[in-house]
C-alpha cells in the first residue's frame, strides 16, 4: 500500500566563510539537532557538496530519519534566490556562479532554495522573531559590511536583478570615506565594522580626554561596545555619531519604502542602545514628517547562533516539495 506521508521537518543550512551549519527544524521553528563543519577546508565545490550532503543525511538519520525531511533552505553571502546560484562570492573559496541549489539537490534528492543571508534571516524575524507579524519592515545587517532585506506587503522585494536592499552603498556623504565598492562615502563606511573604528579613531583624535580606547593596539567595535558599557565618555561618542549617520540613512530609506520597523542583526547592534538611542534620534530629525513617531527600530530578538539556520529552515518551507527549479 503506497501511503502518503506529512513531512514534518527541514534542514535549514547556513553557509559563511569560516563555518557551516546545519539544523534540522520542525514546523514550530524547534531546532531539533543542529552540527556544522569548517568550510574553508573545502576548496573544491565538488568536494564541498559531498561532505555537506553526507553531513545533511547523518544529521537527519540521528533526529528522527531523513524520510521526514521535507526540503532544504540555504543561507549563503551572494546567493541569488531567483537563480539558486552563488554569484562571484568575495570571501567564499568558489569563484564565478555555481548553481548550488541544483547541485545539492541532485546529491540529496530533495528539493533545495538558496537566498542571501540577509534575505533568509528577514524571513526568520517574520516567522519567529522581532519582524513577527509585519508585512512591510525591513531587516538590516550591521557587521563588516552593512546589508539588508526589504519586505513589502507579505513578501520579500528581490528587485530586477535581485541585487534590492544594498542600502550600505547609498552614498551618504559626497567626496566622504572611501569604501570598498569603489565609491566615496557611502553609508556603510559609517555605520559597519571598519567605519566604527575609524570614528572611534577620529574621535580620540579631536581631544586630549583620557579613553581605554587609547590604550588597545587593534581596536574593534566588540572592544569598543565593552568600553560603552564601562561608561568611557569617548567610546560612547564614537556610537553617538555611528547612529547619527545610521538614523539619517535609515530616515532616507523609511521615507522611500514606509516599513513598519527596522530590524537589526549583526556585531555592531550588539551596541544596543549606544547606537539605537542616537540612531532614533536622528532618524527622528531627518524622517518625512507623516511618518515621524511611527517606524519602530529594533534589534533581532533571535538569538545568534540559530539566526541563520531557521531563516533557511523557512527558506525551506518555501520550496515545492518536488521542484523541477532548474
Ligand atoms: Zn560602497
Redesign the pocket.
Known amino acids: 500500500m503506497i501511503q502518503d506521508q506529512l513531512k514534518t521537518r527541514v534542514v535549514g543550512v547556513d553557509i559563511n566563510v569560516d563555518a557551516t551549519s546545519c539544523a534540522v527544524v520542525d514546523i514550530r521553528g524547534n531546532i531539533i539537532g543542529q552540527s556544522g563543519f569548517v568550510t574553508s577546508n573545502y576548496e573544491s565545490i565538488g568536494d564541498f557538496i559531498s561532505v555537506l550532503t553526507e553531513h545533511i543525511m547523518q544529521l537527519s538519520e540521528a533526529h528522527g530519519g531523513y524520510e521526514n525531511i521535507r526540503s532544504v533552505g540555504i543561507s549563503i553571502p551572494s546567493g541569488n534566490f531567483r537563480t539558486g546560484c552563488i554569484e562571484n562570492a568575495p570571501n567564499l573559496p568558489w569563484k564565478g556562479v555555481i548553481p548550488l541549489a541544483a547541485m545539492l539537490r541532485d546529491q540529496l534528492g530533495l528539493a533545495v532554495a538558496l537566498a542571501n543571508n540577509a534575505h533568509a534571516m528577514a524571513l526568520g524575524e517574520q516567522a519567529f522573531g522581532a519582524a513577527h507579524g509585519m508585512r512591510d519592515f525591513v531587516v538590516v545587517s550591521l557587521g563588516s559590511g552593512m546589508g539588508s532585506c526589504i519586505f513589502s506587503n507579505g513578501v520579500v522585494h528581490l528587485g530586477a536583478d535581485g541585487f534590492a536592499g544594498?542600502v550600505?552603498?547609498?552614498?551618504i556623504k559626497p567626496g566622504g570615506r572611501q569604501?570598498?565598492?569603489?565609491?566615496?562615502?557611502?553609508?556603510?563606511?559609517y555605520t559597519a565594522a571598519r567605519g566604527v573604528v575609524l570614528t572611534a579613531q577620529e574621535v580620540m583624535s579631536e581631544s586630549d580626554e583620557p579613553s581605554k580606547m587609547r590604550q588597545v593596539e587593534q581596536l574593534t567595535p566588540k572592544i569598543i561596545i565593552e568600553l560603552c558599557n564601562q561608561g568611557d565618555a569617548l567610546a560612547i561618542e564614537t556610537f553617538r555619531r555611528t547612529g547619527y549617520t545610521l538614523g539619517i540613512g535609515l530616515a532616507n530609506y523609511a521615507s522611500i519604502f514606509n516599513p513598519e520597523a527596522f530590524v537589526f542583526t549583526g556585531q555592531i547592534s550588539k551596541a544596543g542602545r549606544w547606537l539605537l538611542e542616537p540612531a532614533s534620534e536622528s532618524f527622528e530629525d531627518h524622517v518625512f514628517h507623516n511618518l515621524r513617531g511611527k517606524v519602530k527600530l529594533v534589534p533581532s530578538s533571535i538569538p545568534d547562533d540559530v539566526r541563520n539556520v531557521l531563516g533557511a529552515s523557512v527558506l525551506a518551507w518555501e520550496v515545492k516539495e518536488y521542484s523541477l527549479f532548474k
Not at 168 to 171: A, D, I, N, S
Not at 179 to 189: A, D, I, R
Open positions: 544594498e550600505g552603498h547609498t552614498c569604501c570598498g565598492c569603489g565609491k566615496q562615502g557611502c553609508l556603510e563606511t
